[in-house]
């Protein structure tokens, strides 16, 4: 549905997440999202200098997202802390195949600004979520005497490789066709089993 009234800025948003997760990122413009906004093809320009403006604040809006399902997952595992965070990596695994072009926007250099200060902030919070779900843990049990940095480049490293190879499709091509959840969910308990 076009663009009538209300909040301009939203809707190109909207439509931006629209265009880029049916035609991917490399398709993506201020106009097409214009366009789909039944808006002037100038009018994105009032909110917007230009696409990698529009698009770091697609990867903003992605990546509170992004937090908000790690926190589901968080809060539906209930359970140890070490499930907390096999629970945390399911959830990563998910909203990335859910969601795989605001994914690759949120995790890439190459479209946004990073040092944008909305974007800076939304991704430090969803880092410390990471860390404070490491550090639970750790006060549980698990791998204590280990560095806590490196438990949460650790986990953080799981949970994107995974993903990423699976996106990629290298391991539909290593290893053969197979159920992600499942595999999600073993590589994440061997992880916490330490």
């Known amino acids: 549905m076009p663009y009538h009234h209300g909040n301009l800025r939203e809707a190109l948003l909207e439509k931006a997440t629209e265009a880029i997760e049916e035609d991917g990122i490399g398709a993506l413009s201020l106009r097409a999202v214009a ?19 529009l698009l770091t604040a697609l990867a903003t809006r992605a990546m509170d997202r992004f937090r908000a399902a790690l926190a589901t997952g968080v809060r ?7 499930e907390k965070l096999r629970a945390m990596g ?3 695994v998910r909203f ?8 690759r926007i949120i995790t890439s250099s190459e479209f946004i600004r990073r040092d944008d200060p909305e974007f800076a902030a939304s991704y430090q919070s969803t ?8 550090s639970e843990a750790q006060r549980e049990g698990w791998a204590q005497g280990v560095d806590a940095m490196a438990l949460v480049i650790l986990s953080w490293s799981t949970a994107h490789g995974l993903t990423t190879l699976w996106l990629d499709g290298a ?14 969910a073993h590589v994440f308990e061997v992880l916490t089993a330490v």
């Not at 366009?35 to 403006?53: E, L």
Request: aromatic residues 8%; hydrophobic residues 40%.
């Open 35 to 53: 366009r789909r906004a039944g808006v002037s093809h100038g009018a994105p320009a009032h909110h917007f200098s230009d696409k990698t403006d």
């Open 127 to 134: 880092f410390d979520m990471l860390k404070q779900a490491v």
């Open 90 to 92: 399911r959830a990563y």
């Open 171 to 184: 391991l539909a091509d290593g290893v053969g066709p197979f159920d992600l959840e499942a595999v999600a």
């Open 96 to 103: 990335a195949t859910e969601h795989p072009a605001l994914f």
């Open 76 to 82: 539906e595992a209930g359970g140890s802390e070490r």
